[in-house]
């Protein structure tokens, strides 16, 4: 809503634009800019068009003589706009002038002298007009300078509108509002005509979609340019100027709130007019042109011929006043806002008119409104009122009770020291009604005011009209137990692991397209969007894995010799996807989320993923030309599986589409998978524009987190330290290729049994000394007792243990 | 047999201490020490040969072999000593490093802005006695609208601002974290204070100021006789931890349909002026009794906090795809 300060200052007196500025804000009323359009011009001044001749050297240029200073004399321009003829009065900006962006000079134009230049409005910063010259009326005296003739420059006030206050989408409503605060008076500046006494065009409603309905007949209108003034705000405002008939329905809207629309009566037929819901498979061509299909719900006005308005969205064509017309009929309403709503959405066609009656538009304000307009087109287009009709309804939708509250209860929750009395006459001040007996408020609000129907709005009001700077700060006091949950605490605790690893953070958009990188327990699955932003974002993402590896590829495509990033996040599948069962088999259906029916939510676990390319930390920093490697990811991974207090996944190697065949494994917990960690297969990476060797890993949480409960994992227990010296034996593991080392450290491990304190696999060898397809492992022992120091018996006892157990797995110990 | 002849035990003085000097290192000492000091050295040899004099030539010749030991044996420790000192100077002095130089460091990973902000802004709620809330990301209508007071034909609830999984049966990405603290109400009576952070959706397409996914942080304190005094409170404690302790809050009154009365809250600048950083209110009455929670009995506050927000005012970030492309240079920042 813009606000030209002149405007506001016609009913707020002369308050200057700081005072206005200062309050706004504290009332609610959010300035966003103040606009000064037109300013800096100086120098333009009416003349009227004596001649005008083709440039002997330019088709599209005029050689124009207009009146001089005073309205005397002659003085030739060139001009490049022929929306004008001789006898016209224009605006002449005289060598000299200044208008933004440029001081004007006699200057030659194609062989021809002009001094200064007829002005667009655009050029005047009077609109968005560039199509031709400012025509003006005859209301203007020539050789007058523009400055004196309208506040060009003035302040334009431009403030948001919060949705509940329709109210201040009008002039005089922020003026009021403003009087309200201020406790100063509100002017009335414009007294308006009666209603004509003869009955108008008849009027039938057969819907509670309206509650009233104002139509005034209108006579020997002369529809022509509307004057200089009405021009100069509806610009400030940024409406365009139509014509004497259009415009003023324009004003009168800005200046009191309430949309106007004005039919062509000898177009409207019958006469006649009815109000109506509209029937399914009807149309309607409005004002901009386009055939409008109606559905039940909306609202129509019909005349003897069927719909010739959608009410409270756009007039209709076959009825639009034009510049024949000779009589109008003046139409004012007051619509349901829900069904003005619906329309204006369903439609996806917003007019000032819908904007409005959404917000609610004061249905008192409407015959006001009818006669405010009927007395500018009197002067604009010599308009005669001759009949009105005028129809009140009560809907309920508009229908409104008192106001009950007690004054200790809003003053309580507002912080404020203010009793009955003081509540009341600040509520005055806003225009309601008060009763106060005693320490209740009986509260009948102003007919404009509909946001103020219970007492949480009137406490609003009262703390609104007193200051929310006034309210004082005070901490509440402790009511609950806060804090993070140990849960919550060991979550933070995660995050620290994989940061200590190297792994820098990152937060992508979860959404995916088409094609992704399955990650942990794969599926189709995906929570598809109805509304997507973009085909490439179609979808909630299934993993992590695709927002990671943009990240790396766009890294990569700046020349980042190497990084590893991670992401803590959300992965969305369906309801019935694979992943549930698999997530519940480890950690109950508690993790689910349920809607308040009951009905299932997309599954959305908390999920880690990494990705990582190119060497681990690069010149200055520690292993300067290390890369990136599967097992960084995994060692990643273990230790935040580790913090969880649970055992170290089992990792089993695995063949999936967009992995390397022989690096990839999936990380199981009891025979469930729950995670993924690879290198990309070549194919995948070059498709993607990944380096080769990218790799990645992903690790589903809620299977880790969710069986802990909110009380997070058991504390760790203290190790016992061994004081007798440890026995340390070197075995060596030759085992057929084919079985894994976790496999064959997992016999050892068996077999070395409770002596054992520490295993570490050190060494790979594979050879010609060794069986076909055989390789061997060094594995170290350490192996020691609490109790007692170890004899070369007890080694040689484990050494046989271990011997047997692998022999199980088909593999032999060599000495 | 007479005595021994003193320019013999002068000569092996002589040759002793000169072979000490010279010794270059460690093994020159030795071998210096088993040619003059050692059991086949001349000196041994005089000493096994004083057995055959007399006792009092014996006496006379042992005390000078004696003497002239004990002085060789000094003169090799002191020759010990000072070549270990030489050789301990030269090795500290080739281990000598420049240690003004920049220093090769280990490789920490870096904790995302947006995870800093947002648990630098949790703490401060925890420290206030909020505990920390979850909820899901897809989120039933009922939970992100209807019980907040946004009824079916509101304008947030078109597709123009709304991101829908599926229309039909109103499941949409959350709009703010507010469903959270339904939830919260629906599952617990109060008192309650809660935070809830987390990331949310709108359908606005990237640019530099705005970002189809975001994060809040919205809280949540009912209890009896919460005021907006409390609210004001909460929020000067929460803009002085974040911002600075010199700094002031200022509300303006607002509208969200969740909260009445409403306000947008400023916190001052430096330099004396007001930024806009986020929204507030009391806990509308139907949004209280849409949650079970009967309002004549309990009142309760609420806000919420747009972390990227946060982040950029207080960082200095210019565009918000800055938080969520992941450029490497971005993230080293911080």
């Given amino acids: 809503m813009r606000l030209p300060l002149s405007w506001l200052q016609e009913f707020l007196g002369d308050v200057p634009l700081e005072d206005v500025l200062a309050r706004m804000d504290a009332i609610g009323l959010e300035v966003e800019a103040v606009h000064r359009p037109g300013d800096g011009v100086r120098g333009v001044r009416t003349a009227r068009v004596l001649h005008h001749e083709p440039h002997p050297d330019a088709d599209s240029l005029r050689l124009v003589d207009v009146t001089g200073d005073g309205g005397e004399g002659t003085v030739r321009v060139v001009c490049g706009a022929a929306n004008f003829d001789v006898g016209d009065t224009v605006l002449h900006a005289v060598v000299g002038a200044e208008i933004p962006g440029m001081t004007l000079e006699a200057r030659r134009i194609r062989g021809q002298v002009s001094q200064g230049m007829l002005a667009s409005p655009r050029e005047l910063g009077l609109g968005d007009d560039h199509g031709g010259l400012l025509v003006l009326g005859d209301d203007v005296p020539l050789g007058a300078d523009l400055t004196d003739l309208v506040p060009v420059g003035e302040p334009v006030v431009e403030i948001a ?245 007690r004054a200790s209860a809003l003053a309580r929750l507002i912080a404020l020291d203010l009793d009955a009395e003081a509540q009341a006459a600040l509520l005055r001040r806003g225009g309601s009604d008060v009763a106060v007996a005693g320490d209740v408020l009986t509260v009948r609000p102003p007919s404009w005011r509909g946001d103020l129907g219970r007492p949480a709005d009137l406490a609003e009001e009262v703390a609104r009209l007193h200051g929310y700077d006034r309210i004082a700060p005070v901490l509440p006091p402790l009511v609950a137990r806060g804090g993070r949950s140990p849960l919550q605490r060991l979550e933070r605790d995660l995050r620290a692991a994989v940061l200590a690893a190297g792994v820098d953070e990152v937060v992508t958009r979860p959404f995916v397209g088409a094609t992704t990188l399955a990650g942990a327990v794969p599926s189709d699955g995906r929570v598809g969007l109805a509304n ?36 803590w996040g959300r992965v969305f599948r369906p309801a019935d996807d694979p992943l549930g069962g698999a997530v519940d088999a480890l950690a109950g259906t508690g993790w689910r989320w349920h809607g308040p029916d009951g009905a299932a939510l997309p599954l959305q676990p908390r999920a880690l993923g990494l990705a990582a390319t190119g060497v681990r930390a690069g010149p200055g920093w520690v292993d300067d030309d290390a890369p990136w490697t599967v097992e960084d990811l995994l060692a990643t991974l273990d230790e935040v599986v580790r913090r969880t207090g649970g055992a170290a996944l089992d990792r089993v190697p695995v063949e999936r589409p967009g992995w390397h065949p022989g690096r990839t494994v999936v990380l199981h917990r009891d025979g469930v998978e729950v995670g993924i960690a690879g290198q990309l297969h070549p194919a995948e990476a070059d498709r993607r524009d990944l380096p080769d060797g990218t790799v990645a890993a992903e690790l589903l949480l809620e299977p880790l987190l969710a069986p802990l409960g909110e009380a997070g994992p058991a504390p760790a227990r203290a190790p016992v330290l061994v004081r007798h010296p440890a026995v340390v034996v070197d075995v060596a593991v030759v085992a057929p290729v084919a079985l894994a080392l976790a496999e064959v450290a997992a016999a050892v491990r068996a077999g070395a049994g409770p002596l054992l304190d520490d295993l570490r696999w050190f060494d790979e060898f594979r050879g010609s000394q060794l069986p076909e397809g055989h390789r061997s492992l060094g594995f170290r022992l350490r192996l020691q007792d609490p109790a007692r120091q170890l004899t070369d018996a007890d080694a040689e006892a484990v050494l046989g243990a271990v011997g047997a157990a692998v022999a199980g797995l088909g593999a032999a110990l060599r000495r | 047999m007479e005595g021994i002849d003193p320019a013999d035990v002068a000569r092996l003085r002589e040759a002793g201490l000169a072979a000490f000097t010279a010794a270059a290192d ?76 920049p220093a090769r460091r280990p490789r920490p990973g870096r904790p995302h802005l947006l995870t800093q902000v947002e648990a630098e802004i949790v703490d401060v709620f925890a420290g206030l006695g909020f505990a920390v809330a979850d909820g899901p990301e897809v989120e039933a209508g009922r939970y992100n609208f209807d019980l907040l007071n946004i009824p079916p034909d509101h304008p947030a609830r078109g ?9 039909a049966a109103d499941v949409v990405l959350r709009t703010h974290t507010s469903p959270v603290q339904v939830r919260t109400m629906l599952a617990a009576p109060p008192p309650l204070a809660v935070v809830c952070p987390g990331r949310v ?29 409390h609210l004001r409170g909460t929020l000067l404690a929460f803009a002085r931890a974040m911002f600075g302790p010199d700094r002031e809050v200022r509300l303006r009154p607002s509208f969200f349909p969740f909260t009445e009365p409403s306000a947008e809250v400023d916190v001052s600048t430096e330099d004396g002026g007001w930024l806009e950083v986020l929204g507030a209110g009391m806990v509308d009455p139907a949004v209280l009794t849409a949650c079970g929670i009967d309002p004549d009995r309990w009142s309760g506050f609420a806000f919420g906090i747009g972390v990227e927000r946060v982040a950029m005012l207080r960082h200095g970030v210019r565009d918000i795809r800055d938080l969520f492309d992941g450029d490497a240079r971005f993230l080293a920042a911080f």
């Fill in chain 2, 201 to 229: 959706y709108r359908a606005d397409a990237v640019d530099a100021t705005h970002s189809p996914v975001f994060t809040q942080v919205e809280g949540l304190l009912v209890a009896q006789d919460v005021t907006m005094a």
């Fill in chain 1, 161 to 405: 509108v919060h949705p509940d206050r329709g109210d201040l989408l009008s002039v005089r409503g922020v003026a009021r509002d403003l009087a309200a605060v201020l406790d100063a008076p509100l002017r009335a500046p414009h007294a308006v005509p009666a209603a004509p006494t003869a009955v108008g065009v008849p009027v039938e409603l057969t819907t509670t979609g309206v509650a009233t309905f104002v139509v005034w007949s209108l006579e020997d209108v002369v529809v022509r340019r509307s004057p200089l003034w009405l021009r100069t705000r509806l610009a400030q405002c940024g409406v365009r100027s139509i014509d004497g008939v259009v415009d003023v329905t324009n004003y009168v809207m800005l200046e009191l709130g309430q949309p106007l629309h004005a039919f062509d009566l000898d177009r409207v037929a019958g006469p006649s007019l009815r109000v109506r819901e509209a029937t399914a498979g009807e149309t309607l061509a409005t004002l901009d042109g386009a055939e409008r299909a109606l559905v039940p719900g909306d609202l129509v006005i019909d005349d003897a011929e069927g719909p010739a308005s959608l009410a409270g969205v756009m007039g209709g064509l076959r009825t639009e006043v034009h510049a024949g017309t000779r009589r109008v009929l003046l139409e004012g309403a007051v619509w349901d806002p829900a069904a003005i709503r619906r329309t204006s959405r369903r439609l996806g066609l917003v007019s000032e008119a819908s904007t409005r009656f959404e917000r609610r538009v004061d249905p008192a304000a409407a015959g006001e409104a009818v006669a405010r307009a009927a007395d500018l087109m009197a002067a604009t287009a010599d308009a005669r009122a001759v009949a009105a009709t005028v129809v009140d309804r009560a809907p309920a939708w508009e229908r409104r009770e008192d106001v009950t509250a």
């Fill in chain 1, 532 to 567: 997507p932003l973009a085909q490439d974002a179609a979808a909630m993402r299934p993993g992590l894995l695709d927002g990671l590896l943009g990240v790396v590829r766009r890294n990569h495509g700046q020349g980042s010799p190497g990084l590893a990033v991670h992401e």
């Fill in chain 2, 26 to 101: 460690a093994d020159a000492l030795e071998e210096a020490r088993v040619a003059h000091l050692g059991r086949k050295a001349p000196l041994g040899a005089l000493q096994k040969g004083l057995g055959a004099l007399d006792a009092d030539a014996r006496r006379a010749a042992g005390a000078l072999l004696n003497e002239l030991r004990a002085e060789l044996t000094a003169a090799h420790e002191d020759r010990r000593v000072a070549l270990e000192g030489a050789e301990l100077a030269a090795r500290l002095a080739a281990e000598r490093l420049d240690l003004t130089g």
């Fill in chain 2, 159 to 167: 597709t123009m601002d709304t991101i829908y999984v599926d229309e």
